[in-house]
């Protein structure tokens, strides 16, 4: 009906010199108006009514999928991604004690853990952790250790609960939640290198190349050898191609278990399939899958 009522206007308007006020009927109601503060009126309220459209939000916190032999210990980073100007935030993970527990948490490298508990009777660990200045972007939230105490076979969810999330200004962040799981594998199911016998000198540097396996593994993490008498440690790892892998995971400093780099996610790496690495290391590496 609006759309028809300017055409009438307009007609009216060019071929009327003398009357220059017209009469729009708008949902029954008539009204003198002129065609130009109409107009006017139905652009501003468009305009307004498009401004308050709620925007959905993009951030997410995170946990992956894991994996490991009975007894070893695996650090899992929780992640909040595409957040602006994270400032403090309370997250807790639920996951059950018979499979798993929690040894340890720490820092992420833009996010300082204030206070954490675990209760590995219950099943639940709680932490908070902050930022005083604000960080955008990715950010580790925290790294949180677990050990395997289950069976061979066995799995358990790792479900978060977000019970605080800030920027530096106390505003809530709005943020979906991606859970995560821990699977116990058995021992026969590791793949090891094993120790070199011509081991690389303990000094970084970037190592390039590529690697294929005779049997089909799964991949959760990255165990640097260090040369006798060092501190040699991997920084960074990228295992890319095949079956579409591209997985990377980082350093977290000399904490817990600093030999190992922790995946994101497990992943596959085929049988007979060739896939390409960058290692930032300063002494030989193993690929260890659990």
Known sequence: MIFNSFLDIKNKVKGDTEDKRVKVSLRGITKTKTPIIFLSFLLIFVAGFALVIPQAS????????????????????????????????????????????????????????????ANNTAGIAAISAWNLYGVSGDVVFANISFTAVGS????????????????????????????????????????????????????????????????????????????????????FVRIWGGNGVDAHATWVGYVDDWHNLTFDESFTLESGVEYNYTIRTGSYPQIIHA
Do not use: M
């Open 58 to 117: 993009a951030t997410t916190v995170s946990i992956g999928n894991f994996s490991s032999a009975h007894g070893e210990t695996i650090t899992a980073p929780i992640l909040i991604s595409e957040v602006e100007n994270y400032g403090t935030g309370g997250i807790s993970v639920t996951y059950n004690p018979a499979v798993v527990n929690v040894t340890s948490v720490s820092d992420g490298p833009d996010s300082g853990v204030v206070v954490w508990t």
């Open 152 to 235: 061979p076979g066995s799995s358990t969810p790792l479900n978060l609960n977000v019970t605080t999330l800030a920027d530096i200004d106390y505003d809530d962040i709005l943020a979906a939640v991606n859970n995560g799981s821990f699977s116990i594998l058995s021992q026969s199911s590791l793949f090891d290198t094993g120790t070199s016998e011509k081991p690389y000198p303990s000094i970084f540097g970037t190592h390039n190349g590529t690697i294929k396996s005779d049997q089909t593994i799964t991949v959760n993490r990255l165990y640097t050898y260090a040369c006798p008498g060092t501190g040699g440690h991997a920084e």
